[in-house]
């Protein structure tokens, strides 16, 4: 092994700074203040963390968001990443800059570079030459597959993948304490970080490395049990801090996975692919696809060759990172290999993820991370002596020509028809196309060539040939991936549908796409509908997609306002009148309250049957399920009919509660039309009430006669130890870095002689 680097921790700080530097330089449409990223980052990520803010600034937790989709457990969507450190940071820097666009920019500039970082960091441990490092870390966030997330929400889980192998080294080369509580607080980071399907592959990559490094790591121990009695502990405390770290949410999630997509996602949709073993050949050629779609696993001619070139030595460690990677890119074939089905019918746990293509995210890293052996062979070829730096260069020319012969043999079976639309690739003749697809590996074969032989200060002129061409090739290459960008959102949007005449704030409306470029999350008015998370419910979705368009089920959940294609047809609906504000715009001119007693529910078998009920019934009624009832709520429920509706007083309505005042002039049923979810407890005049799901989405009460105060809050069981377990484990792992970094600086601090007052003699 290498000597390690006497101050990584600086090394990796500043490239991490080169990693975001040339991620901008590639991506100049970002600086022109005219375009920025799209997808998750504008419609999520961004109105999250100001949602985040809002509700700390308000002196409440970020647990329930009322204004969206009628209503969402916010701490139960990990994707959220409510109490992700990252998204604290940015949220004060939302109170105290405003809700800025840049901000969100900032966020994935972060992850740019501690995934970066991480990379570099990763491989300097363990002595790579510090050009080796920078070339990993860049390949690595300029990748096609890291690129491409750029403004995705799992940009965050993956940028801390280098991280965890990192912890994991650590640990197995020292198994203590303190390092079982780094590997456990980067993996409750990474969990925290938004996207559980890829922390469950970061996890999957680390569990194998470990079996196999821990196993070799015992086998080379002196004292194998003393090496024993000490990982245990370590591996306690990773397992302890990750747990308390992840246990907030998981209270969330529990409670709110049940009835959600992806509580019932098909085997058909957990395993569907677009990749295929061939396309293993788009690592050095990315117009090796089908259908002109944007390249998937690009990382560049020349890492690729270095990768092939560090294989040609034999080392443990390399041949597990690529059968690690070769693993990851099966997996990553779903459906089109039988290696992800066989673990999807054998083992639960990789039934609750979709999209497979993402496991090409730990092949893109183990890739960067050999790529950097290669060059590091490459680097000490001159010092090994003039045979062996001969035999080195014959292995680079012959791992050239079979990438040449497989590319070319590839292109050739693809067929004209067949080949990609990139822009390298639309050219007449099939062999002038191939041989621009294939240059860029040519021209870095032929800078990396040198390295053998040069010594000294003439590696420095070596190297820098050797990134130019690494920089233009993913910059031309993957030009179509990092134009993916979209026109700046704005939340003004929100003060753009209250300017609407005859439009009263406070009143819910339905925005269906009226507005292009939307930010998902409202800020202070009531959305029915939303963007649809892999945690929306079925019964969501279901409901929806029938009073979009029937307009007494828009009625029946307290919708006042509709924006969207479906206005015309509405209004022809006679059973509620309508009022048209604009071409667009329709005005229900007589929506249920947000609450009401009801005197006569109705029950019924099933949810089916609630919803065409709904969708025929004005005034609105109160359906109950059947299921939904122990035997003595039925009995109550239909003991004594009376008709008419009665509002309810809202007294407060705030995130995470809701308090109602209500006369009931019999015994009824108050609905509340705010979603139901498991989290929420009630009580009626200070006694608890058990919450009941009522009219196939919203909450509902049993009421007796007479006047009641009505008090609803957000709390799933469980969530509130676990709240206050994770920020004592933040108070103290925080206390204990602070104690660290200050023993660290007063031990780096010069030593001064007893008695010496810093003074000068004379």
């Given at each position: 092994?290498?000597?390690?680097?006497?101050?990584?921790?600086?090394?990796?700080?500043?490239?991490?700074?080169?990693?975001?530097?040339?991620?901008?330089?590639?991506?100049?449409?970002?600086?022109?203040?005219?375009?920025?990223?799209?997808?998750?980052?504008?419609?999520?990520?961004?109105?999250?963390?100001?949602?985040?803010?809002?509700?700390?600034?308000?002196?409440?937790?970020?647990?329930?968001?009322?204004?969206?989709?009628?209503?969402?457990?916010?701490?139960?969507?990990?994707?959220?990443?409510?109490?992700?450190?990252?998204?604290?940071?940015?949220?004060?820097?939302?109170?105290?800059?405003?809700?800025?666009?840049?901000?969100?920019?900032?966020?994935?500039?972060?992850?740019?570079?501690?995934?970066?970082?991480?990379?570099?960091?990763?491989?300097?441990?363990?002595?790579?030459?510090?050009?080796?490092?920078?070339?990993?870390?860049?390949?690595?966030?300029?990748?096609?597959?890291?690129?491409?997330?750029?403004?995705?929400?799992?940009l965050g889980t993956v940028a801390w993948l280098p991280w965890l192998l990192l912890a994991l080294d650590q640990l197995l080369r020292r198994p203590t304490w303190r390092a079982g509580v780094a590997l456990g607080l980067v993996v409750g980071l990474d969990f925290l970080a938004g996207y559980p399907p890829n922390w469950f592959r970061n996890l999957l990559a680390l569990a194998i490395v470990f079996t196999v490094e821990g196993a070799h790591a015992l086998r080379r121990a002196n004292a194998r049990a003393h090496y024993a009695r000490h990982l245990a502990p370590a591996l306690l405390a990773a397992a302890g801090v990750a747990t308390l770290c992840a246990l907030p949410v998981l209270v969330a999630v529990v409670s709110a996975y049940e009835g959600s997509a992806r509580s019932t996602m098909s085997r058909t949709e957990t395993l569907r692919s677009a990749l295929s073993l061939v396309d293993a050949l788009q690592l050095v050629a990315p117009g090796l696809r089908h259908g002109g779609s944007l390249p998937a696993l690009y990382l560049g001619g020349l890492p690729?060759?270095?990768?092939?070139?560090?294989?040609?030595?034999?080392?443990?460690?390399?041949?597990?990172?690529?059968?690690?990677a070769g693993l990851f890119f099966l997996l990553a074939c779903g459906d089109h290999t039988p290696l992800l089905p066989a673990l999807y019918d054998a083992l639960p746990l990789f039934r609750y993820w979709r999209i497979p293509e993402q496991y090409l995210f730990v092949t893109a890293l183990l890739l960067c991370l050999l790529a950097a052996e290669g060059l590091g062979d490459l680097l000490a070829a001159a010092?090994?002596?003039?045979?062996?730096?001969?035999?080195?260069?014959?292995?680079?020319?012959?791992?050239?020509?079979?990438?040449?012969?497989?590319?070319?043999?590839?292109?050739?079976?693809?067929?004209?028809?067949?080949?990609?639309?990139?822009?390298?690739?639309?050219?007449?003749?099939?062999?002038?196309?191939?041989?621009?697809?294939?240059?860029?590996?040519?021209?870095?074969?032929?800078?990396?060539?040198?390295?053998?032989?040069?010594?000294?200060?003439?590696?420095?002129?070596?190297?820098?040939?050797?990134?130019?061409?690494?920089?233009?090739?993913?910059?031309?290459?993957?030009?179509?991936?990092?134009?993916?960008?979209?026109?700046?959102?704005?939340?003004?949007?929100?003060a753009a549908l209250l300017q609407l005449p005859g439009i009263a704030q406070g009143d819910r409306f339905a925005d269906d796409d009226y507005l292009t470029h939307r930010v998902s999350l409202r800020r202070s008015v009531y959305d029915a509908l939303g963007t649809h998370r892999?945690?929306?419910?079925?019964?969501?979705?279901?409901?929806?997609?029938?009073?979009?368009?029937?307009?007494?089920?828009?009625?029946?959940?307290?919708?006042?306002?509709?924006?969207?294609?479906?206005?015309?047809?509405?209004?022809?609906?006679?059973?509620?009148?309508?009022?048209?504000l604009a071409p667009a715009v329709l005005e229900l001119l007589a929506p249920a309250p947000l609450a009401y007693w009801h005197g006569s529910p109705v029950i019924v078998d099933d949810g089916a049957t609630v919803l065409?009920?709904?969708?025929?019934?004005?005034?609105?009624?109160?359906?109950?399920?059947?299921?939904?009832?122990?035997?003595?709520?039925?009995?109550?429920?239909?003991?004594?009919?009376?008709?008419?509706?009665?509002?309810?007083?809202?007294?407060?309505?705030?995130?995470?509660?809701?308090?109602?005042?209500?006369?009931a002039p019999a015994a009824g049923v108050l609905l509340i039309n705010e979603a139901y979810a498991p989290g929420w407890q009630a009580t009626v005049d200070g006694r608890p009430a058990r919450v009941l799901r009522a009219n196939y989405l919203f909450r509902a009460l049993l009421l007796a006669p007479g006047r009641h105060a009505i008090e609803l809050s957000y709390a799933p069981r469980g969530l509130r130890p676990a709240l206050a377990a994770f920020a004592a484990l933040m108070v103290v792992l925080l206390a204990w870095g602070i104690g660290l970094g200050w023993r660290r600086c007063r031990s780096c601090a010069p030593h001064r002689p007893q008695g010496d007052l810093g003074g000068t003699e004379r």
């Open positions: 092994m290498r000597p390690a680097p006497r101050r990584p921790l600086h090394e990796a700080a500043w490239a991490a700074v080169a990693c975001v530097v040339v991620f901008v330089a590639l991506h100049p449409l970002l600086v022109t203040g005219q375009h920025a990223l799209g997808w998750d980052l504008a419609r999520s990520s961004w109105p999250e963390i100001d949602f985040i803010a809002r509700s700390l600034a308000a002196g409440q937790l970020p647990l329930w968001n009322p204004y969206e989709k009628l209503g969402y457990s916010f701490v139960g969507d990990p994707e959220s990443a409510v109490l992700y450190p990252l998204r604290w940071a940015l949220a004060a820097l939302t109170g105290a800059c405003g809700s800025q666009i840049w901000i969100a920019l900032l966020q994935v500039l972060l992850h740019v570079g501690l995934a970066g970082g991480g990379t570099y960091l990763l491989l300097r441990r363990r002595g790579l030459p510090r050009a080796s490092c920078l070339l990993a870390a860049l390949t690595f966030v300029l990748c096609s597959r890291f690129a491409k997330s750029k403004d995705q929400t799992v690729v060759l270095l990768a092939l070139l560090a294989l040609t030595r034999y080392r443990p460690q390399r041949w597990l990172w690529a059968g690690l010092t090994l002596g003039p045979g062996a730096a001969a035999r080195l260069r014959w292995r680079l020319v012959a791992l050239l020509a079979l990438l040449v012969a497989a590319v070319g043999w590839r292109w050739l079976a693809l067929g004209p028809a067949s080949r990609g639309t990139h822009a390298f690739h639309t050219l007449p003749h099939a062999g002038g196309a191939l041989g621009l697809a294939l240059l860029p590996t040519l021209l870095g074969a032929a800078a990396a060539l040198p390295l053998t032989w040069a010594r000294g200060a003439h590696r420095r002129w070596a190297l820098p040939p050797l990134f130019a061409l690494l920089l233009l090739d993913l910059g031309t290459q993957l030009r179509p991936v990092y134009d993916l960008l979209e026109p700046w959102p704005r939340f003004e949007h929100e892999a945690l929306t419910t079925d019964r969501y979705r279901d409901y929806w997609a029938a009073a979009r368009t029937h307009a007494p089920m828009l009625a029946a959940s307290a919708v006042r306002y509709y924006f969207g294609p479906a206005a015309d047809r509405l209004a022809t609906q006679r059973e509620v009148p309508t009022r048209r065409e009920r709904l969708q025929r019934a004005a005034p609105p009624g109160v359906y109950f399920e059947r299921g939904d009832l122990t035997a003595a709520e039925r009995a109550a429920a239909t003991a004594r009919r009376s008709g008419g509706l009665q509002p309810a007083v809202v007294q407060e309505r705030s995130r995470n509660r809701l308090r109602l005042a209500v006369e």
